[in-house]
């Protein structure tokens, strides 16, 4: 009998976010599938830590993202089993929940760490956001589903096309300023989170939840405000950074606070399932 050797923390993790993510697809599907989607990934985490450390991982999990967006629409699709609004909202704030750790890491020191970090926190963000858009569609109307959905692609586009562009070339020059393209990769949770404020302000008007109606456009601005921050300081200095002690300081407490707000509107929406919803 084969003994497993004991897993680095970071595939550990990996494996449990993996197995949360995997009850976005249909109870039926899961039963028969999931314990060796769980398997087969954990190989890959192994396979993928072996030979690329955090690197490796970290675009293990950027592929994932993509199959795991396909993966779950097909499925859903084709047996036409779509969650109840109330689940969907439970689903959403769970999701909420569990991605607002990644933010905490994004100012980790070692950058593949920080990268990995954020892309299984876009994931959590995209499933919380269609979860949120199933839920609340109807309440919020038109352009708040909208700004939900478009969020979402953009994300997912951001991911891969400044991924493909990392790849093809390193860096790129922006005024006297030149960047290094991994850097940009940094930009994809901007697009769903400002798409998370801008359905924040249809809700400030339609008030789709119980309370606390305010609280998706103060959770959508922390991260973009900070990305734009720092990204134009960055330009504007000719890539020369200044006063780095306090930059990071600043940086760190607006991540804080990107942690909470989601941690707080993930409790809300999963606290928010009325019964009026599940006939809504």
Same mark, same amino acid.
């Given at each position: 009998?084969?003994?497993?050797?004991?897993e680095?923390?970071?595939?550990?993790?990996? +494996?449990?976010?993996?197995?949360?993510? /995997? /009850?976005?697809?249909?109870?039926?599907?899961?039963?028969?599938?999931?314990?060796?989607?769980?398997?087969?990934?954990?190989?890959?985490? /192994?396979?993928? *830590?072996?030979q690329?450390? &955090?690197?490796?991982?970290?675009?293990?999990?950027?592929?994932?993202?993509?199959?795991? $967006?396909?993966?779950?629409?097909?499925?859903?699709?084709?047996?036409?089993?779509?969650?109840? #609004?109330?689940?969907?909202? #439970?689903?959403?704030?769970?999701?909420?929940?569990?991605?607002? *750790?990644? *933010?905490?890491?994004?100012?980790?020191?070692?950058?593949?760490?920080?990268?990995?970090?954020?892309?299984?926190?876009?994931?959590?963000?995209?499933?919380?956001? /269609?979860?949120?858009?199933?839920? =609340?569609?109807?309440? $919020?109307?038109?352009?708040?589903?909208?700004?939900?959905?478009?969020? $979402?692609?953009?994300?997912?586009?951001?991911?891969?096309?400044?991924?493909?562009?990392?790849?093809?070339?390193?860096?790129?020059?922006?005024?006297?300023?030149?960047?290094?393209?991994?850097?940009?990769? =940094?930009?994809g949770?901007?697009?769903?989170?400002l798409?998370?404020?801008?359905?924040?302000?249809?809700?400030?008007?339609?008030?789709?939840?119980?309370?606390?109606?305010?609280? &998706?456009?103060?959770?959508?601005?922390?991260?973009?405000a900070?990305?734009?921050?720092?990204f134009?300081?960055?330009?504007?200095?000719?890539?020369?950074?200044? =006063?780095?002690?306090?930059?990071?300081? +600043? *940086?760190?407490?607006?991540? +804080?606070?990107q942690?909470?707000?989601?941690?707080?509107l993930?409790?809300?929406?999963?606290?928010?399932?009325?019964?009026?919803?599940?006939?809504?």
């Open positions: 009998m084969s003994i497993r050797r004991a680095p923390p970071v595939v550990a993790l990996s +494996v449990r976010v993996y197995q949360a993510l /995997l /009850l976005a697809h249909p109870t039926t599907f899961r039963q028969e599938y999931g314990s060796h989607m769980a398997e087969v990934f954990r190989d890959c985490c /192994l396979r993928a *830590f072996r690329g450390g &955090p690197n490796g991982m970290a675009r293990l999990w950027l592929l994932t993202l993509l199959d795991l $967006v396909h993966s779950v629409l097909e499925q859903h699709l084709q047996k036409e089993t779509f969650m109840s #609004k109330p689940q969907a909202i #439970k689903l959403s704030g769970w999701a909420f929940m569990l991605g607002s *750790f990644g *933010f905490l890491a994004v100012n980790n020191d070692s950058m593949a760490v920080s990268f990995a970090s954020l892309v299984i926190s876009s994931i959590l963000l995209s499933i919380g956001m /269609l979860g949120l858009r199933t839920g =609340y569609g109807d309440r $919020v109307g038109g352009f708040g589903r909208t700004m939900l959905l478009l969020g $979402v692609l953009g994300m997912l586009l951001a991911f891969v096309s400044l991924g493909v562009l990392n790849r093809i070339q390193p860096q790129i020059q922006i005024g006297n300023a030149r960047i290094e393209t991994r850097l940009l990769l =940094y930009f949770p901007t697009i769903g989170l798409g998370l404020a801008l359905y924040g302000l249809a809700a400030l008007r339609r008030k789709p939840m119980a309370g606390l109606n305010w609280l &998706p456009l103060a959770t959508g601005v922390w991260y973009p900070a990305y734009s921050f720092f134009f300081y960055f330009v504007s200095h000719n890539g020369v950074w200044q =006063y780095v002690e306090q930059i990071y300081w +600043v *940086f760190g407490m607006t991540m +804080v606070m942690f909470a707000t989601l941690c707080l993930g409790f809300i929406l999963s606290a928010d399932t009325r019964d009026e919803m599940a006939t809504a």
